[in-house]
């Protein structure tokens, strides 16, 4: 299939960007969007044009590496898929496709269709951990049961792949999803409640200082996610807030 | 030169307690003194920057992608092996230790695999108590499954995403120090050098991807956990990025690479489609728990197959091949990986394969759903359940145990794997070779440590599924954090290393010269991906599933003849000062170029076959792997002296005193 294409081009962060128009002829159907954006990257070079730089690694879905905006959604049309594995047989020949980068106040544009998500990162940091040490002397594993519905629960919120589409899906470029599947993950295993109540303030916290906007109640978000996290996790990281700035110690 | 494995003496099953016993160890006072520098952040990097950091170390994390929540390791599937014996099933640390060795074709050190064995059970605790989410049995306590190569169930896991949760956890621990300040993270950096001072290594010259500048980075030891090299094939399971360009630049600064031909070939990926494509993606292993794998008996049926003329339900049993069934009765569809990507290949070889390219054999459920439904139909007391009824209520059990892996099939694809077979076919997936190390995983070079996919030590020639979290989680929480302490222990007095030192200088200006070399040529003819395309298609035909002496030496005539070329004509865009991804991957594959030269070496000089390895001089009458122990028993370790292909083999002899060499035997 033939395909024109209207690509975001931007030196680097402090620079001004705009779309750029592109033709790719002869696309196979079966090659996924960043196999199609390979092809345009190979034309450019061999023209001595610079290529389009984006993010992509293990291009399976899991690494959530890659992003673009596509055609005005994150990750493209196909619902529960990330841009590596949506595959071309989705549009059709003579389309016109916009890429642009995920677009957040606290995810900078560094180039082209790559974006800064370090911020995701420092929100981890925060508190996204159970704090054990290692050593050969924890518990042994079977030792607490956990029931398998919690267990699987806590499993769908930990499937995140941190890849940013929800902030890039919501108006408010809230991370609310993202913080949320990680309190939900630790607050539902026994292991995560010892420090359940820092964990969320100080997450969202920090999620608030790096510029994400608030919940827009819109659900985007959810809808938009590669890997189906879903809405209920906010509502529970909200109850797990309010429970702790009720009753925290600090 | 001579490699001392450095072994403790006694008993096998005493060797590792005697030596953390007797290891040296830094007091916490010095160690705050002390900086370690870890290259890669996927399960080995990450748990042992995490475990360094928390024993009081300052640790520097290095990797190239945005986050270190992305490493390879995040793609690992089907589970991770451990000897706890929860199932009942006489598994034990013996037995995980026999079956690794015997899995690898008798080519690894019994005492580091012996101990990865012993160490295993405590790694499951460890994610357990950071939160990793298991999967349960309904009493809440863990479930196990089974992988190839074994009978017994030892593996862990998460639906078909252990690895992410396994490095979801790492990371969780790596985050923890990078927010108390005891890691300093350089994400989006690349590692382009080792610097080495009086023959320790001392350091590392790195580059920033987001603005091109080249900086130096000192440390008392550096340690390289930065995967494997899987992608010199171009196509394979690796991500994008994996590349081989640390363990490659730690070896041209004298650390020895062992056994480089040794390259996992995975049975189950889904095949190639076309010339698009950008690399292969695998179907996990344990599919095979509950896939049957099979081609049609008739070579006429395999034709009108290929021709889309015939369906593949519309074969009825006695038409199908049931090949691995019929070869290895005993083991059937979970023989190790090796032996059952050979067969996929014989068959379609042979003409039997079921695709348009005539590489790909059927993996089908049908018998697991009817299984499973027929089960399912018993609990939920459904007497005479219908034929739907059996095939709905078994499509949900196979949905809730691959769910995800079909989805992905599928979307892939572009069929549905719960109505039709799967089609797969082998694909690069795993190199056991990698850094030469000892017993405390330092590799020859004093101060440079190696650890997980990197190193060669615990394989052999073939790795068995579910044992690369394993080894990547029990070298970083289980294993550095107390040899490590033997070398440092005597650097407490060495103090802050200074960059200033002549031999970063020059490091640094070997380094930018590259770039330049690569960025201003006069003649610019092809992409970087041409190369790299070119140099993956010498590989797999030369290098690949099976090989041959002569193979071998027009692919190393090939490589070096490519490699001229490269370095002649590349067309490499941009500018050093910007973010230039073309840039950063011309500088992994000229590495590429060097190391396939050398894994073809390899491959000619180990007349035998063992394990992934597989040479078509070597092979008995029907066909299966020929080891020559007597001629081969040893590990093959690389001295660089300028051209990969003139590089000085030192060879470890390999003594085994706790199990008996036998010709492997799956049938």
């Given at each position: 299939m033939d395909l024109k294409l209207k690509v975001w081009r931007q030196a680097n962060t402090e620079s001004k960007g705009s779309l750029k128009d592109y033709q790719v002829k002869d696309v196979s159907a079966d090659s996924s969007f960043l196999e199609m954006m390979d092809q345009l990257n190979e034309e450019l070079i061999d023209k001595g044009d610079d290529p389009v730089a984006f993010d992509h690694d293990c291009?399976?879905?899991?690494?959530?590496?890659c992003s673009m905006h596509i055609n005005g959604e994150p990750h493209g049309?196909?619902?529960?898929?990330t841009t590596c594995q949506l595959h071309m047989r989705k549009f059709k020949d003579g389309d016109t496709i916009y890429v642009e980068p995920f677009r957040a106040k606290a995810f900078p544009v560094l180039k082209d269709l790559a974006v800064d998500r370090a911020a995701f990162d420092r929100v981890i940091q925060a508190g996204g951990f159970v704090s054990v040490n290692t050593s050969g002397n924890t518990l042994d594993a079977n030792a607490i049961p956990v029931p398998k519905s919690d267990a699987d629960a806590a499993f769908n919120a930990a499937?995140?792949?941190?890849?940013g589409a929800c902030v890039a899906a919501c108006p408010n470029a809230s991370a609310m999803l993202f913080v949320s599947a990680k309190v939900s993950q630790l607050a539902l295993l026994p292991q995560g409640k010892v420090e359940a109540k820092d964990r969320v303030e100080n997450m969202v916290n920090q999620m608030d200082l790096e510029g994400f906007g608030n919940c827009s109640n819109v659900g985007a978000c959810a809808e938009e996610c590669p890997v189906g996290i879903s809405l209920e996790n906010i509502a529970r990281l909200n109850r797990e807030y309010l429970g702790a700035s009720l009753t925290a110690s600090k | 030169m001579k490699l001392d494995s450095r072994t403790p003496e006694g008993p096998l099953e005493k060797k590792w307690q005697n030596h953390k016993a007797n290891i040296r160890l830094v007091n916490p006072a010095n160690k705050r003194n002390i900086d370690v520098i870890i290259i890669g952040t996927g399960l080995a990097g990450s748990s042992a920057a995490a475990s360094l950091a928390e024993m009081g170390y300052n640790v520097k994390a290095f990797c190239f992608q945005d986050s270190p929540r992305r490493a390879h390791s995040i793609a690992a599937q089907g589970g991770i092996n451990a000897a706890k014996n929860y199932q009942n099933d006489g598994d034990s640390v013996y037995r995980l230790f026999y079956d690794t060795i015997k899995g690898g074709d008798y080519r690894s050190r019994e005492a580091n695999v012996y101990r990865l064995a012993e160490v295993s059970a405590n790694i499951i605790d460890q994610a357990v108590a950071q939160g990793v989410p298991f999967a349960r049995e309904y009493g809440g306590n863990l479930d196990n499954r089974s992988f190839g190569g074994v009978q017994v169930s030892r593996t862990f896991y998460a639906k078909g995403q252990t690895g992410q949760q396994l490095l979801l956890g790492a990371y969780s621990a790596l985050s923890r120090q990078i927010s108390k300040g005891k890691v300093k993270l350089y994400n989006r950096h690349e590692m382009l050098d080792v610097v080495t001072v009086d023959g320790k290594a001392r350091g590392i010259i790195a580059k920033n991807l987001v603005n091109g500048k080249v900086e130096r980075f000192g440390a008392h030891a550096v340690v390289i956990a930065s995967g494997g090299y899987g992608n010199v094939f171009y196509l394979s399971t690796n991500a994008m990025g994996s590349n081989g360009s640390a363990a490659w630049k730690a070896h041209k600064k004298g650390a020895a690479f062992s056994n480089p031909c040794f390259t996992q070939i995975h049975p189950t990926c889904i095949p190639v489609s076309g010339s698009h494509q950008s690399k292969l993606t695998l179907m996990s292993e344990s599919l095979r728990n509950d896939g049957r794998i099979w081609v049609p008996k008739d070579l006429k049926d395999a034709e009108a197959i290929r021709e889309g003329?015939?369906?593949?339900?519309?074969?009825?049993e006695e038409k199908r091949d049931y090949y691995l069934e019929r070869r290895?009765?005993?083991?059937?569809?979970?023989?190790p990986r090796d032996v059952a990507s050979r067969a996929a290949k014989e068959r379609c070889d042979e003409g039997f394969g079921v695709n348009k390219t005539g590489e790909a054999v059927y993996l089908d459920f049908a018998a697991a759903i009817e299984r499973y439904g027929k089960t399912e139909a018993t609990i939920q007391g459904i007497d005479n359940p219908s034929k739907e009824q059996v095939k709905e209520l078994g499509t949900q059990v196979v949905e809730a145990k691959y769910g995800n892996l079909f989805a992905m099939y599928e979307k892939i694809v572009d069929d549905n794997p719960y109505q039709t077979p799967m089609m797969i076919y082998p694909a690069v997936h795993y190199t056991m070779g990698g850094l030469w190390v000892d017993y405390n995983l330092m590799t020859n070079v004093p101060g440079l440590f190696a650890l997980g996919e990197a190193?060669?030590?615990?394989?052999?020639a073939n790795r068995l599924g579910a044992s690369a979290l394993m080894q990547g989680l029990a070298d970083g929480y289980f294993v550095i954090p107390y040899t490590i302490g033997d070398y440092l222990s005597e650097e407490i007095r060495t103090g802050e290393i200074d960059t200033n030192q002549e031999a970063f200088a020059k490091a640094e200006s070997e380094v930018k010269e590259t770039i330049d070399t690569l960025l201003n040529k006069t003649t610019k003819k092809h992409s970087v991906d041409h190369y790299h395309r070119a140099l993956g298609k010498i590989m797999w035909d030369k290098c690949g599933m099976a090989r041959n002496a002569q193979g071998l030496q027009e692919g190393i005539k090939e490589i070096s003849a490519l490699r001229a070329d490269f370095w002649a004509s590349v067309r490499v865009p941009g500018t050093k000062n910007e973010m230039n991804p073309e840039l950063d991957k011309a500088m992994r594959v000229a590495d590429f170029m060097e190391l396939g030269e050398l894994m073809c070496k390899d491959a000619l000089e180990r007349e035998e076959s063992c394990g992934g390895h597989f040479r078509e001089e070597f092979q008995t009458e029907e066909g299966e792997a020929l080891r020559r122990d007597e001629e081969f028993a040893f590990v093959s370790s690389w001295q660089y002296t300028g051209n990969p292909s003139e590089a000085e083999l030192i060879k470890e002899d390999l003594v085994f005193e706790n199990v008996e060499l036998k010709t492997r035997s799956y049938k």
């Amino acid at each position: 299939m033939d395909l024109k294409l209207k690509v975001w081009r931007q030196a680097n962060t402090e620079s001004k960007g705009s779309l750029k128009d592109y033709q790719v002829k002869d696309v196979s159907a079966d090659s996924s969007f960043l196999e199609m954006m390979d092809q345009l990257n190979e034309e450019l070079i061999d023209k001595g044009d610079d290529p389009v730089a984006f993010d992509h690694d293990c291009r399976e879905g899991i690494c959530g590496m890659c992003s673009m905006h596509i055609n005005g959604e994150p990750h493209g049309p196909e619902t529960g898929t990330t841009t590596c594995q949506l595959h071309m047989r989705k549009f059709k020949d003579g389309d016109t496709i916009y890429v642009e980068p995920f677009r957040a106040k606290a995810f900078p544009v560094l180039k082209d269709l790559a974006v800064d998500r370090a911020a995701f990162d420092r929100v981890i940091q925060a508190g996204g951990f159970v704090s054990v040490n290692t050593s050969g002397n924890t518990l042994d594993a079977n030792a607490i049961p956990v029931p398998k519905s919690d267990a699987d629960a806590a499993f769908n919120a930990a499937t995140c792949i941190g890849c940013g589409a929800c902030v890039a899906a919501c108006p408010n470029a809230s991370a609310m999803l993202f913080v949320s599947a990680k309190v939900s993950q630790l607050a539902l295993l026994p292991q995560g409640k010892v420090e359940a109540k820092d964990r969320v303030e100080n997450m969202v916290n920090q999620m608030d200082l790096e510029g994400f906007g608030n919940c827009s109640n819109v659900g985007a978000c959810a809808e938009e996610c590669p890997v189906g996290i879903s809405l209920e996790n906010i509502a529970r990281l909200n109850r797990e807030y309010l429970g702790a700035s009720l009753t925290a110690s600090k | 030169m001579k490699l001392d494995s450095r072994t403790p003496e006694g008993p096998l099953e005493k060797k590792w307690q005697n030596h953390k016993a007797n290891i040296r160890l830094v007091n916490p006072a010095n160690k705050r003194n002390i900086d370690v520098i870890i290259i890669g952040t996927g399960l080995a990097g990450s748990s042992a920057a995490a475990s360094l950091a928390e024993m009081g170390y300052n640790v520097k994390a290095f990797c190239f992608q945005d986050s270190p929540r992305r490493a390879h390791s995040i793609a690992a599937q089907g589970g991770i092996n451990a000897a706890k014996n929860y199932q009942n099933d006489g598994d034990s640390v013996y037995r995980l230790f026999y079956d690794t060795i015997k899995g690898g074709d008798y080519r690894s050190r019994e005492a580091n695999v012996y101990r990865l064995a012993e160490v295993s059970a405590n790694i499951i605790d460890q994610a357990v108590a950071q939160g990793v989410p298991f999967a349960r049995e309904y009493g809440g306590n863990l479930d196990n499954r089974s992988f190839g190569g074994v009978q017994v169930s030892r593996t862990f896991y998460a639906k078909g995403q252990t690895g992410q949760q396994l490095l979801l956890g790492a990371y969780s621990a790596l985050s923890r120090q990078i927010s108390k300040g005891k890691v300093k993270l350089y994400n989006r950096h690349e590692m382009l050098d080792v610097v080495t001072v009086d023959g320790k290594a001392r350091g590392i010259i790195a580059k920033n991807l987001v603005n091109g500048k080249v900086e130096r980075f000192g440390a008392h030891a550096v340690v390289i956990a930065s995967g494997g090299y899987g992608n010199v094939f171009y196509l394979s399971t690796n991500a994008m990025g994996s590349n081989g360009s640390a363990a490659w630049k730690a070896h041209k600064k004298g650390a020895a690479f062992s056994n480089p031909c040794f390259t996992q070939i995975h049975p189950t990926c889904i095949p190639v489609s076309g010339s698009h494509q950008s690399k292969l993606t695998l179907m996990s292993e344990s599919l095979r728990n509950d896939g049957r794998i099979w081609v049609p008996k008739d070579l006429k049926d395999a034709e009108a197959i290929r021709e889309g003329k015939l369906k593949p339900t519309d074969l009825s049993e006695e038409k199908r091949d049931y090949y691995l069934e019929r070869r290895y009765p005993s083991f059937g569809n979970l023989v190790p990986r090796d032996v059952a990507s050979r067969a996929a290949k014989e068959r379609c070889d042979e003409g039997f394969g079921v695709n348009k390219t005539g590489e790909a054999v059927y993996l089908d459920f049908a018998a697991a759903i009817e299984r499973y439904g027929k089960t399912e139909a018993t609990i939920q007391g459904i007497d005479n359940p219908s034929k739907e009824q059996v095939k709905e209520l078994g499509t949900q059990v196979v949905e809730a145990k691959y769910g995800n892996l079909f989805a992905m099939y599928e979307k892939i694809v572009d069929d549905n794997p719960y109505q039709t077979p799967m089609m797969i076919y082998p694909a690069v997936h795993y190199t056991m070779g990698g850094l030469w190390v000892d017993y405390n995983l330092m590799t020859n070079v004093p101060g440079l440590f190696a650890l997980g996919e990197a190193n060669f030590s615990d394989h052999g020639a073939n790795r068995l599924g579910a044992s690369a979290l394993m080894q990547g989680l029990a070298d970083g929480y289980f294993v550095i954090p107390y040899t490590i302490g033997d070398y440092l222990s005597e650097e407490i007095r060495t103090g802050e290393i200074d960059t200033n030192q002549e031999a970063f200088a020059k490091a640094e200006s070997e380094v930018k010269e590259t770039i330049d070399t690569l960025l201003n040529k006069t003649t610019k003819k092809h992409s970087v991906d041409h190369y790299h395309r070119a140099l993956g298609k010498i590989m797999w035909d030369k290098c690949g599933m099976a090989r041959n002496a002569q193979g071998l030496q027009e692919g190393i005539k090939e490589i070096s003849a490519l490699r001229a070329d490269f370095w002649a004509s590349v067309r490499v865009p941009g500018t050093k000062n910007e973010m230039n991804p073309e840039l950063d991957k011309a500088m992994r594959v000229a590495d590429f170029m060097e190391l396939g030269e050398l894994m073809c070496k390899d491959a000619l000089e180990r007349e035998e076959s063992c394990g992934g390895h597989f040479r078509e001089e070597f092979q008995t009458e029907e066909g299966e792997a020929l080891r020559r122990d007597e001629e081969f028993a040893f590990v093959s370790s690389w001295q660089y002296t300028g051209n990969p292909s003139e590089a000085e083999l030192i060879k470890e002899d390999l003594v085994f005193e706790n199990v008996e060499l036998k010709t492997r035997s799956y049938k």
